[in-house]
T-cell receptor, first 114, second 113 residues
Framework: DAGVIQSPRHEVTEMGQEVTLRCKPI?????LFWYRQTMMRGLELLIY????????DSGMPEDRFSAKMPNASFSTLKIQPSEPRDSAVYFC????????????FGPGTRLTVT | GDSVTQMEGPVTLSEEAFLTINCTYT??????LFWYVQYPGEGLQLLLK?????DKGSNKGFEATYRKETTSFHLEKGSVQVSDSAVYFC????????????FGEGTQLTVNP
C-alpha cells in the first residue's frame, strides 16, 4: 500500500489567499484525522471523520478553517483567508476503527503564509 | 479528561548510552498506550504499543511496559544510535473515544556519535 498521501508537500502563500490541503487515506480505513503541528503548540487534533462524517471538529481554530470528506478516499482541509499564524505542518492520518487504533500518518504539508 | 505527560526535553545522549523517556497518563478505564516516533521531515509512525496492564511493547530495541499501578509507560532502550535521533510521542486511546489518540507533548532526542 502507498500509505497516506498528502499534497502538496510544501505550500507558500500570501496572507489572505485561500489554501487547500489534500489527503488520500489508506484504502479500507474508515477514520481520518487532520492535525496541525507547530513548535509553540505541539501536535493538535483539528478534526476527526468516521465513515466520511465529521465526528469531532472542536479543534478547528475558527471559521476560516473547514474540512470535507466527500468520499472514503479523499479529504480536504481549507483555510480561507489564510493568515501568517496558520503557518505550520499539517498532517493527515487514517485508521481502521475498532481494530488496533494505530493511526497511520502522511508525510505532512508544510504551509508558510507570508 | 484524558491526558499524557512526558518528560521535558530535549534529551541529548552519546551513542550507546541508555535511554529512558518517562510517560505518565490520566484516563478512566483501561486505555491502550502507544509510543510514536517522528524522524526529521516525516510524519509520525508507530514505534510500539501495549493494550493491557503489564503488557510489554517492543520494537527496534525499544521497550515500554504498561504499568497501571503507576499509570506509566516509560520508553527505554539499552544502547541508542545516532539514527534514533527523533521526536518521541507517548499517546493513549480509550475505546469509548473511537479512534482518537491523546498525545503527549513530545520529547526531542539527539544522539551524538
Amino acid at each position: 500500500d502507498a500509505g497516506v498521501i498528502q499534497s502538496p508537500r510544501h505550500e507558500v502563500t500570501e496572507m489572505g489567499q485561500e489554501v487547500t490541503l489534500r489527503c488520500k487515506p489508506i484504502s479500507g480505513h474508515n477514520s481520518l484525522f487532520w492535525y496541525r503541528q507547530t513548535m509553540m503548540r505541539g501536535l493538535e487534533l483539528l478534526i476527526y471523520f468516521n465513515n466520511n462524517v465529521p465526528i469531532d471538529d472542536s479543534g478547528m481554530p475558527e471559521d476560516r478553517f473547514s474540512a470535507k470528506m466527500p468520499n472514503a478516499s479523499f479529504s480536504t482541509l481549507k483555510i480561507q483567508p489564510s493568515e501568517p499564524r496558520d503557518s505550520a505542518v499539517y498532517f493527515c492520518a487514517s485508521t481502521l476503527d475498532g481494530i488496533s487504533y494505530e493511526q497511520y500518518f502522511g508525510p505532512g504539508t508544510r504551509l508558510t503564509v507570508t | 479528561g484524558d491526558s499524557v505527560t512526558q518528560m521535558e526535553g530535549p534529551v541529548t545522549l552519546s551513542e550507546e548510552a541508555f535511554l529512558t523517556i518517562n510517560c505518565t497518563y490520566t484516563a478512566t478505564g483501561y486505555p491502550s498506550l502507544f509510543w510514536y516516533v517522528q524522524y526529521p521531515g516525516e510524519g509520525l509512525q508507530l514505534l510500539l504499543k501495549a493494550t493491557k496492564a503489564d503488557d510489554k511493547g517492543s520494537n527496534k530495541g525499544f521497550e515500554a511496559t504498561y504499568r497501571k499501578e503507576t499509570t506509566s509507560f516509560h520508553l527505554e532502550k539499552g544502547s541508542v544510535q545516532v539514527s534514533d535521533s527523533a521526536v518521541y510521542f507517548c499517546a493513549l486511546n480509550r475505546e469509548t473515544s473511537g479512534s482518537r489518540l491523546t498525545f503527549g507533548e513530545g520529547t526531542q532526542l539527539t544522539v551524538n556519535p
